[in-house]
């Protein structure tokens, strides 16, 4: 596994932007395919986005295509949520997800390593 920490979350207002960073541990970053989802009280984790190992390859969730963009930095160990055009709908708590299954499997299953979340409030 690899250890996930996120950062960048608080709370905006509908139409503001955020940057959500995560910080992985240096051993075997770069074997995991990175993921974003997020949960709402009362609501299953949901996928938002994912980015393959090399970082060439990216999936999101229509609710979010052309919203957010997934980024990763290898030096760096880092993965990147920019979400533009905020929505209420899109408060939840988001989390930090690598996995070692194809970038193109989607599901919270495909992942075995999970951040503690950050909380998104998008006020009306």
């Known amino acids: 596994q690899v250890q996930l920490v996120e950062s960048g979350g608080g709370l905006v207002q509908a139409g503001a932007s955020l940057k959500l960073s995560c910080a992985a541990s240096?051993?075997?970053?770069?074997?995991?395919?990175m993921g974003w989802f997020r949960q709402a009280p009362g609501k299953e984790r949901e996928f938002v986005a994912s980015?393959?190992?090399?970082?060439?390859?990216?999936y999101y969730a229509d609710s979010v295509k052309g919203r957010f963009t997934i980024s990763r930095n290898s030096t760096k160990n880092m993965v990147y949520l920019q979400m533009n055009s905020l929505k209420p709908e899109d408060t939840a708590v988001y989390y930090c997800?690598?996995?070692?299954?194809?970038?193109?499997?989607?599901?919270?299953?495909?992942?075995?390593?999970w951040g503690q979340g950050t909380q998104v409030t998008v006020s009306s």
């Open positions: 997800a690598g996995g070692q299954g194809a970038v193109w499997t989607v599901g919270a299953e495909s992942y075995e390593s």
């Open positions: 240096t051993l075997t970053f770069n074997d995991y395919k």
């Open positions: 980015i393959s190992r090399l970082g060439s390859i990216t």
